[in-house]
């Protein structure tokens, strides 16, 4: 009686699968999945934003290190300019110098936008590792709601699965990795009759000659449009 066990089975699955629903649907769940991925995309944030730090503390070391070579070209030039004797020599050294001033007025410039740049960038930092402080208190308390209902699920769904087990035992396991295969994808029932108009009874697609064939051959076939169990007594 294999067939009536599966059904028995599948009876009893049901009341399972309803369970099963009711938290993966729940508040609690939602609220969890939700914190949590808020703290993901907090990840994500600080990582972009010290990435994007540390290209601009390069960048500000590059403008530094640039700084210092116009500087100690200036502090030569002005050294070099006081042993000048002719009027054309001393031109060069006036434009050289006014080319120097110019870069360094430049430089500073951009060294203090990229400076204020990279304060700004820390401070976001900053505040997006304060949001995950406050996003890992949100969700160890959302998890401790959802844990909590888990539990009582799992202890109304224990008198179902108890006596689920003496059942499997009794049905082939080929037949049970068929009907676990299709409840996996959250089809329930997986098992359902061979209706009088020669279709399936989940989907009520009728079935092909081939199935109608396997069907009368082992009194259980596939559905090929929803992929339930369709039996025949």
Do not use: H
Request: charged letters at 35%.
């Amino acid at each position: 009686m294999e067939l009536k066990d599966m059904l028995e089975y599948q009876e009893l699955d049901r009341k399972y699968f309803v369970l099963e629903k009711k938290l993966r649907e729940s508040d609690e769940l939602k609220n969890a999945n939700k914190v949590q991925a808020a703290f993901k995309q907090s990840q994500d944030a600080i990582v972009s934003l010290s990435s994007k730090a540390q290209q601009r503390l390069d960048a500000l070391t590059r403008l530094q290190e640039k700084y210092q070579r116009a500087v100690r070209e200036l502090e030569e030039l002005t050294s070099e300019s006081g042993n000048i004797e002719e009027l054309r020599e001393a031109d060069f050294y006036d434009k050289r110098l006014a080319e120097i001033d110019k870069v360094l007025e430049g430089l500073e410039k951009e060294i203090i936008a990229a400076g204020d740049d990279l304060k700004s960038l820390s401070g976001a930092i900053s505040r997006e590792q304060q949001q995950q402080q406050q996003l890992k208190a949100q969700y160890a308390a959302a998890k401790k709601k959802y844990d909590a209902l888990k539990l009582s699920i799992q202890k109304e769904a224990y008198p179902y699965v108890k006596q689920m087990e003496p059942l499997k035992a009794n049905i082939d396991p080929a037949l049970m990795e068929r009907y676990l295969r299709v409840r996996n994808n959250r089809k329930m029932p997986v098992l359902v009759p061979y209706t009088a108009s020669g279709g399936c009874g989940g989907c009520m697609m009728e079935l092909s000659e081939s199935e109608k064939g396997k069907l009368a051959a082992s009194g259980i076939c596939e559905c090929p449009n929803c992929g339930r169990l369709v039996y025949k007594v």
